[in-house]
């Protein structure tokens, strides 16, 4: 036998998973503490290069990784422990799939010997997460442990991006084997996602667009997943072609909104002017998105006319939910290059002026017009102001999920990718405080906010905790109409106007409870106040719950009604009640 | 027209439904087979038939086949949703490529005396079955086919006495020299 006792990559499990993360580069962890990972806690007592944060419940630590990662671009990172802590993973697993972020997740797990036998926090993690993860795995043996985890970086960040579980049994991360850092070989032969586009596809698409006289690109999330190069590349195609483009909930900041070819968002409560547009173009391309039903509206009715360029990465997105005419399979930014290439060598920018012409009259029809209060605080014109507050500073934007979050994407404008973090697919409550956590550790001098609701921030609301523990000055702006106003919208619409259990009767005072989590509370109830509340909340340098009270009843529009087309859109200044019922009543029958 | 109000689009599209046969070659690791009935659970789409074994050990490789019916769009997202999966190797429509060979194997239990006995030992003749085990008063009967035909002889059984089935489910493969 070879003495091994000197070989520096023998080690236990536990201390295997500590430098591996340390090989990939990772500085920041998420994670809590449980029988099943103590030997893990254990070695990162034992060292610097990496640092915990300490959350207050697992989900916290599934969005912060989430909003980390899609801040940075890098993967984040979780460690939680087995049964419990796995389970209560599952929303930001889940969450994560569904918006293609990557996060590698390590769960503990209870000794092999116990596996099967119902041990206390025993669950069958792998089984529970396959169904949420890109790829999961039970590692029962020390000596693969290795090749596991840089295997699940991998998986993790290439392709399309995805969250990665890897559960480790509590003797494997006691059990003593052999290191090696990441090599070619640790992944799976079969796992060989497709970069580059096709050459003749990406021709055929520069022919249709060159010869396009209604053009539409509509790009998404994938376009921020492919990286900061691909946004650029983005930018010049739109310069080239002099094309409109709109965007997904997803791709907001791709291109910038600024911009003057931007429509504003498309989809179920996006701009007349981008809906417009896309029911009547002859030629879309689509980067980066998937045709998600919030998007196409009735799917027989979608953009009719027109001639479709997908551009993914993931085959099973083309010809999902839209038949598409020019499948290009490949990442966003590589495929964006040489799609660019193509058109600046073969073709010149085609004259779209009367398409212009066009799509100026429905932007006159100016979609997210609100009455405007001296009284109360509209929801929209509060996040104008903030919008306004936070122009000069270095601002990341996350959101929870509802009216506030819709509001967010249509008034707050974002200039570059990776600054809007928002619970897309999965459309998860309480999403955005822990994803504003994970944002400030990535960015700590930045201004980090969330866009919240008074329901949805309080779903995860022990995070302030966390975020007092680590000197985290995220900024809570939630807008306070004391109901589930999405929810509540929907019943109004569609549902006889019977709110049921949509409205909170006890609010708890969040100032008050800013200041027993230890930070700071401030409200606003006048829109006179708005401009001195919101000036202190950004300079104040420590965590803000922001009470805003506003307009309880206002409804978010522009909509497209269930069931109907992008070009049946209900306008604010056409909703009335009447109006609003017929939309609707057409509707109903076709829901 | 009376269908609940809804935030989805409900109307379904109602395209013919195609029967395909999917070969899947897979590494043979511990939850592979979890992960694609998973899929076809979680996704909706039906099996209607599924055979797995291991056909290359030395290589760790497993080869699924599965006769699946959906419209010609859900029969693709089934081959894209299979193909992206970390443990899949290769996903092949042997429907498509229509130069594929199918067979299943059946073992077929008949009870019976006189003159149903005669019969039923006439009819496996006919199809090729063979005997694999009798007494005074039944046979188990092994036979090899396309589904169809399996299908046609079980059906022969059933007034003869038939008692129970089991069935492999579909294996195929490619007719010609080449590999999947």
């Given at each position: 036998?070879?003495d091994?006792?000197?070989?520096?990559?023998?080690m236990?499990?536990?201390?295997?998973?500590?430098?591996?993360?340390?090989?990939?580069?990772?500085?920041?962890?998420?994670?809590?503490?449980?029988?099943?990972?103590?030997?893990?806690?254990?070695?990162?007592?034992?060292?610097?290069?990496?640092?915990?944060?300490?959350?207050?419940?697992?989900?916290?630590?599934?969005?912060?990784?989430?909003?980390?990662?899609?801040?940075?671009?890098?993967?984040?990172?979780?460690?939680?422990?087995?049964?419990?802590?796995?389970?209560?993973?599952?929303?930001?697993?889940?969450?994560?799939?569904?918006?293609?972020?990557?996060?590698?997740?390590?769960?503990?797990?209870?000794?092999?010997?116990?596996?099967?036998?119902?041990?206390?926090?025993?669950?069958?993690?792998?089984?529970?997460?396959?169904?949420?993860?890109?790829?999961?795995?039970?590692?029962?043996?020390?000596?693969?442990?290795?090749?596991?985890?840089?295997?699940?970086?991998?998986?993790?960040?290439?392709?399309?991006?995805?969250?990665?579980?890897?559960?480790?049994?509590?003797?494997?991360?006691?059990?003593?084997?052999?290191y090696?850092?990441?090599?070619?070989?640790?992944?799976?032969?079969s796992?060989?996602?497709?970069?580059?586009?096709?050459?003749?596809?990406?021709?055929?698409?520069?022919?249709?667009?060159?010869?396009?006289?209604?053009?539409?690109?509509?790009?998404?999330?994938?376009?921020?997943?492919?990286?900061?190069?691909?946004?650029?590349?983005?930018?010049?195609?739109?310069?080239?072609?002099?094309?409109?483009?709109?965007?997904?909930?997803?791709?907001?900041?791709?291109?910038?909104?600024?911009?003057?070819?931007?429509?504003?968002?498309?989809g179920?409560?996006?701009?007349?002017?981008?809906?417009?547009?896309?029911?009547?173009?002859?030629?879309?391309l689509?980067?980066?998105?998937?045709?998600?039903?919030?998007?196409?509206?009735?799917?027989?009715?979608?953009?009719?006319?027109?001639?479709?360029?997908?551009?993914?990465?993931?085959?099973?997105?083309?010809?999902?939910?839209?038949?598409?005419?020019?499948?290009?399979?490949?990442?966003?930014?590589?495929?964006?290059g040489?799609?660019?290439?193509?058109?600046?060598?073969?073709?010149?920018?085609?004259?779209?002026?009367?398409?212009?012409?066009?799509?100026?009259?429905?932007r006159?029809?100016?979609?997210?017009?609100?009455?405007?209060?001296?009284?109360?605080?509209?929801?929209?014109?509060?996040?104008?102001?903030l919008?306004?507050?936070?122009?000069?500073?270095?601002?990341?934007?996350?959101?929870?999920?509802?009216?506030?979050?819709?509001?967010?994407?249509?008034?707050?404008?974002f200039?570059?990718?990776?600054?809007?973090?928002?619970?897309?697919?999965?459309?998860?409550?309480?999403?955005?405080?822990?994803?504003?956590?994970?944002?400030?550790?990535?960015?700590?001098?930045?201004?980090?906010?969330?866009?919240?609701?008074?329901?949805?921030?309080?779903?995860?609301?022990?995070?302030?905790?966390?975020?007092?523990?680590?000197?985290?000055?995220?900024?809570?702006?939630?807008?306070?109409?004391?109901?589930?106003?999405?929810?509540?919208?929907?019943?109004?619409?569609?549902?006889?106007?019977?709110?049921?259990?949509?409205?909170?009767?006890?609010?708890?005072?969040?100032?008050?409870?800013?200041d027993?989590?230890?930070?700071?509370?401030?409200?606003?109830?006048?829109?006179?106040?708005?401009?001195?509340?919101?000036?202190?909340?950004?300079?104040?340098?420590?965590?803000?719950?922001?009470?805003?009270?506003?307009?309880?009843?206002?409804?978010?529009?522009?909509?497209?009604?269930?069931?109907?087309?992008?070009?049946?859109?209900?306008?604010?200044?056409?909703?009335?009640d009447?109006?609003?019922?017929?939309?609707?009543?057409?509707?109903?029958?076709?829901? | 027209?009376?269908?609940?109000?809804?935030?989805?689009?409900?109307?379904?599209?109602?395209?013919?439904?195609?029967?395909?046969?999917?070969?899947?070659?897979?590494?043979?690791?511990?939850?592979?087979?979890?992960?694609?009935?998973?899929?076809?659970?979680?996704?909706?789409?039906?099996?209607?038939?599924?055979?797995?074994?291991?056909?290359?050990?030395?290589?760790?490789?497993?080869?699924?086949?599965?006769v699946?019916?959906?419209?010609?769009?859900?029969?693709?997202?089934?081959?894209?949703?299979?193909?992206?999966?970390?443990?899949?190797?290769?996903?092949v429509?042997?429907?498509?490529?229509?130069?594929?060979?199918?067979?299943?194997?059946?073992?077929?239990?008949?009870?019976?005396?006189?003159?149903?006995?005669?019969?039923?030992?006439?009819?496996?003749?006919?199809?090729r079955?063979?005997?694999?085990?009798?007494?005074?008063?039944?046979?188990?009967?092994?036979?090899?086919?396309?589904?169809?035909?399996?299908?046609?002889?079980?059906?022969?059984?059933?007034?003869?006495?038939?008692?129970?089935?089991?069935?492999?489910?579909?294996?195929?493969?490619?007719?010609?020299?080449?590999?999947?």
């Amino acid at each position: 036998m070879t003495d091994k006792s000197n070989d520096p990559n023998q080690m236990t499990g536990a201390a295997m998973i500590v430098r591996a993360l340390i090989d990939h580069g990772v500085q920041h962890i998420f994670g809590y503490p449980g029988g099943a990972v103590l030997p893990i806690y254990d070695e990162i007592f034992q060292q610097s290069d990496v640092e915990h944060i300490l959350v207050r419940h697992e989900q916290g630590a599934g969005h912060a990784a989430e909003g980390y990662a899609r801040s940075t671009g890098r993967p984040g990172v979780v460690l939680v422990t087995s049964g419990p802590g796995a389970t209560n993973m599952v929303t930001p697993l889940t969450d994560a799939l569904m918006d293609s972020i990557p996060l590698v997740c390590i769960t503990g797990q209870v000794p092999t010997h116990l596996i099967g036998n119902d041990a206390f926090q025993e669950c069958d993690t792998v089984g529970i997460t396959r169904p949420c993860t890109k790829h999961n795995w039970l590692v029962r043996d020390v000596n693969d442990l290795a090749k596991v985890l840089h295997e699940a970086f991998y998986v993790a960040t290439t392709g399309r991006p995805g969250p990665v579980v890897v559960d480790v049994p509590k003797d494997v991360q006691f059990a003593v084997g052999t290191y090696h850092p990441p090599r070619k070989s640790d992944v799976h032969v079969s796992y060989t996602p497709r970069v580059k586009g096709d050459a003749a596809q990406i021709r055929k698409a520069v022919a249709l667009l060159a010869a396009a006289k209604r053009p539409v690109i509509y790009s998404g999330g994938g376009v921020i997943n492919a990286g900061p190069e691909a946004s650029k590349l983005l930018r010049e195609l739109v310069d080239v072609t002099g094309f409109p483009i709109t965007s997904t909930l997803m791709g907001l900041g791709a291109y910038p909104a600024t911009g003057k070819n931007w429509l504003g968002m498309l989809g179920m409560h996006g701009t007349y002017e981008a809906n417009m547009t896309m029911h009547g173009c002859d030629v879309m391309l689509c980067v980066g998105a998937r045709f998600d039903d919030r998007i196409t509206g009735r799917t027989d009715a979608f953009s009719p006319g027109s001639k479709k360029i997908h551009i993914d990465i993931d085959p099973s997105s083309i010809n999902k939910n839209i038949h598409v005419d020019v499948p290009i399979i490949g990442d966003a930014g590589n495929v964006l290059g040489d799609l660019l290439q193509v058109f600046k060598a073969e073709a010149k920018k085609p004259d779209i002026k009367a398409w212009w012409q066009e799509i100026a009259k429905w932007r006159a029809r100016n979609s997210l017009a609100y009455k405007k209060s001296n009284d109360v605080i509209l929801p929209q014109y509060a996040i104008q102001k903030l919008f306004e507050a936070t122009r000069g500073h270095d601002t990341y934007i996350t959101t929870e999920v509802g009216q506030h979050q819709m509001w967010a994407a249509q008034f707050f404008g974002f200039e570059e990718p990776h600054r809007w973090m928002t619970s897309g697919g999965l459309g998860t409550m309480g999403y955005g405080l822990p994803a504003a956590l994970g944002v400030q550790v990535a960015h700590p001098d930045s201004l980090v906010i969330d866009i919240a609701g008074d329901a949805s921030v309080q779903m995860t609301m022990q995070e302030m905790s966390t975020a007092v523990q680590f000197e985290l000055p995220i900024k809570i702006f939630i807008l306070n109409n004391q109901y589930m106003g999405m929810v509540r919208q929907w019943q109004q619409l569609l549902h006889g106007n019977r709110l049921s259990h949509s409205y909170s009767e006890a609010l708890p005072d969040f100032v008050k409870l800013a200041d027993a989590f230890g930070c700071v509370g401030i409200q606003a109830i006048k829109p006179g106040d708005l401009d001195g509340a919101l000036k202190e909340m950004i300079k104040v340098k420590r965590p803000v719950l922001f009470d805003c009270r506003v307009a309880a009843l206002e409804n978010c529009f522009p909509m497209i009604p269930s069931g109907k087309a992008h070009n049946e859109m209900l306008l604010p200044a056409e909703a009335t009640d009447e109006a609003t019922a017929a939309a609707f009543a057409g509707g109903k029958a076709l829901v | 027209m009376n269908q609940p109000a809804s935030a989805y689009f409900l109307e379904e599209r109602h395209d013919p439904n195609e029967t395909h046969t999917l070969s899947v070659l897979v590494q043979n690791e511990p939850g592979v087979l979890a992960r694609v009935i998973g899929l076809f659970s979680g996704r909706g789409y039906n099996i209607d038939s599924l055979t797995v074994s291991e056909t290359e050990s030395h290589k760790h490789l497993s080869r699924i086949t599965i006769v699946t019916t959906g419209t010609p769009t859900v029969i693709e997202q089934i081959k894209h949703q299979l193909d992206r999966m970390i443990p899949v190797y290769r996903v092949v429509d042997m429907t498509i490529t229509g130069r594929s060979i199918e067979r299943e194997l059946a073992m077929v239990k008949v009870r019976g005396r006189g003159d149903s006995r005669v019969e039923a030992l006439r009819l496996a003749d006919a199809f090729r079955a063979r005997v694999i085990d009798a007494t005074t008063e039944s046979f188990v009967f092994e036979i090899t086919g396309n589904s169809s035909k399996i299908s046609q002889f079980i059906d022969l059984m059933r007034p003869l006495g038939l008692v129970e089935v089991a069935r492999t489910g579909v294996a195929a493969i490619g007719r010609g020299p080449e590999g999947m």
